[in-house]
């Protein structure tokens, strides 16, 4: 159980486009679901977290008009990445939560988003 | 504010020999404490996790960690790898009050033959 998928897996897409990728919770409803990037070779940083029908809460530093974090469902959230540029290229992944005070996390596959 | 703090960023060892990676954390009220495995291009697996309860926590793959509270420490052991347990391991701590995770900076387990 507690299942997270995401997709794409991979998307390359030239600069200036937006991209979309979906994160969706499969056997379980998630509250709150969790947005991070990873550069090569280091750790996970922690974008934005959402919580079902409210706006996402960005971390300091984070453009929430360029990353726009829409969860409209408690099995699916989406981040677009708007007009995006080659320094937005990164591992993105999602996580999701049952909430509670013990609410584990449960990681997606995560997406490589490559943009040229 | 809590941070992880991952003293190696890298461990070479040989096959079958025993592992320890090494994890602090700091944080002024109680957390919870994860050890999660990363193999390449893909996401997050959780090996363990300390709630509550017993200090030595068991989890899969034979992995096991033991939570120090005085030390504030939670390394992550295991007796005897295998060439499959090359990846990159993080250590992560949760406030019990919160939902944001922080994460160490990872230590990247290389197995020699």
């Known amino acids: 159980g507690a299942v997270v998928s995401q997709h794409p897996s991979r998307v390359i897409c030239k600069s200036g486009t937006s991209v979309k990728i979906e994160c969706r919770s499969l056997d379980f409803q998630a509250t709150t679901m969790f947005w991070y990037r990873q550069f090569p070779k280091q750790s996970l940083m922690l974008m934005a977290t959402?919580?079902?029908?409210?706006?996402?809460?960005?971390e300091q530093g984070v453009e929430k008009d360029k990353f726009l974090i829409n969860h409209a469902s408690l099995t699916l959230s989406t981040l677009t990445v708007t007009s995006a540029h080659p320094e937005d290229s990164s591992f993105y992944i999602c996580?999701?939560?049952?909430?509670?005070?013990?609410?584990?996390?449960?990681f997606g596959p995560g997406t490589r988003l490559t943009v040229t | 504010a809590q941070s992880v703090t991952q003293l190696d960023s890298q461990v070479p060892v040989f096959e079958e020999a025993p592992v320890e990676l090494r994890c602090n954390y700091s944080?002024?009220?109680?957390?919870?404490l994860f050890w999660y495995v990363q193999y390449p291009n893909q996401g997050l697996q959780l090996l363990l996790k300390?709630?509550?309860?017993?200090?030595l926590v068991k989890g899969i793959n034979g992995f096991e960690a033991e939570f120090n509270k005085s030390q504030t420490s939670f390394h992550l052991r295991k007796p005897s790898v295998h060439i499959s347990d090359t990846a990159e391991y993080f250590c992560a701590v949760r406030e019990s009050s919160a939902s944001k995770i922080i994460f160490g900076s990872g230590t990247r387990l290389s197995i020699r033959p």
């Open positions: 944080s002024s009220v109680s957390v919870y």
């Open positions: 300390y709630l509550s309860g017993s200090t």
């Open positions: 996580s999701a939560s049952l909430g509670g005070d013990r609410g584990e996390q449960y």
């Open positions: 959402s919580n079902e029908g409210s706006k996402a809460t960005y």
